[in-house]
């Protein structure tokens, strides 16, 4: 406080993290993720192999229950890479699948037919830049927004990919979106398999995929489970509810 920083809810959680988990900040400086508007810190040790897994691994898959920051890591993870130029854009991707209830025909071009399916996305991203920023980067390109229908016959080259929902693919969408990597790009899988609305839980283009490319070193799995919930601490209590 006498340095002039502001005292929140997040700034002590993050402190207590930092003191739980036994992290140097000299010593393990790769466990934060930097943007322009915040500084990311793992709060949990599956979060820390989350953290690890994406700064070493192509491709990784998050899997894990509502609130445990799977999106909220991976668009971090995205955005930094951005401000450093490491990557030319972010692309954000999920299937359009809704949670037990039918929206209809939606108005609007594709963006605005998409985004209904992206508000998780988009706070994640209103946390990490500045409003302006990121409605200037969606406007020029930078930061795309693409239906998985819509990636067929692409390559992508030098991007930050993130699948969200990713429990809601099918296997063959999934197989079609993992052969899009690109020279110097990154994906992010990210899913919940308590949470399929396919008619079919079989189907999942998620669950095919743990089985099939688990064993590919390339390719990293983190598992986060109610011990990693970091949104209110009623949620934790909601998830052990429901198991």
Known sequence: AKKGIEIDEDKIKDIKSLL???????SQLDLFIQTKKRKIIPRSINQIKYFELLNNKNIVFAVGPAG???TFLAVAKAVAALQKEL???????????EAGEKLGFLPGDLKEKVDPFLRPIYDALYDMMPFDQVEKKLSNGVIEIAPIAFMR??????????????????KIQMKMFLTRLGRNSQMVVVGDVTQIDLVTKNDSGLLDAEKKLSKIDEIG???LN???VVRHDLVKKIINAYK
Do not use: H, M, W
């Open 226 to 228: 109610d011990k990693d």
């Open 87 to 97: 990557v030319k854009k972010i692309i954000l991707s999920r299937p359009a699948v």
């Open 221 to 223: 799995f983190v598992y």
């Open 20 to 26: 739980s988990l036994d992290i140097n900040s000299n």
């Open 68 to 70: 445990t920051g799977k």
């Open 153 to 170: 016959g692409r390559t992508l080259e030098d991007c930050f990919v993130i699948l969200d929902e990713a429990q809601n693919t099918t």
